[in-house]
């Protein structure tokens, strides 16, 4: 293990470990750290983040954020998390998906402010998240 990593939200530290390697859901692709990684601080996407240790991948939903990467250490502070719950399924996240997908399409043509679309958006994302990281468990 080489990698500290650490997921910061307002309610609660979601992760505190160590790990191989780190994919995080920037605003500009995902991106992968390992060790010795060059200082770096960027924006996250609502997404996966994917930590990796022992050849086992394990994912975790972002609602987005900031990452901050300096001396093997990575620290994430997120708007909101959620690892998935077991009760979950790939059919149950893509009916969310769908459910929500078809209400941002609906808001797209009523929406009276933009603070209901982005909200929807970012809904949307979160819901493809969901379905993303438990498609990656299931790999």
Do not use: C, Y
């Not at 780190?22 to 060790?35: M, S």
């Not at 797209?108 to 493809?128: P, R």
Request: glycine fraction near 6%; charge should be negative.
């Amino acid at each position: 293990m080489s990698l500290q990593v650490k997921v910061i939200t307002p309610e609660k530290v979601i992760w505190s470990d160590t790990s191989d390697q780190i994919v995080l859901p920037a605003v500009t692709g995902d991106l992968g750290i390992l060790k010795d990684h060059a200082p770096l601080v960027t924006v996250l996407d609502a997404g996966v983040v994917r930590k990796k240790t022992a050849e086992k991948w394990v994912p975790l939903i972002l609602f987005g954020g900031f990452a901050e990467v300096e001396n093997n250490q990575v620290t994430i502070l997120g708007n909101g998390a959620e690892e998935i719950s077991s009760t979950l399924t790939k059919q149950g996240a893509q009916d969310m998906l769908d459910t929500v997908s078809e209400t941002l399409e609906n808001l797209k043509l009523s929406a009276e402010t933009t603070e209901d679309l982005s909200a929807a958006v970012l809904e949307v994302q979160i819901a493809k998240a969901r379905v993303a990281a438990l498609n990656l468990l299931s790999n």
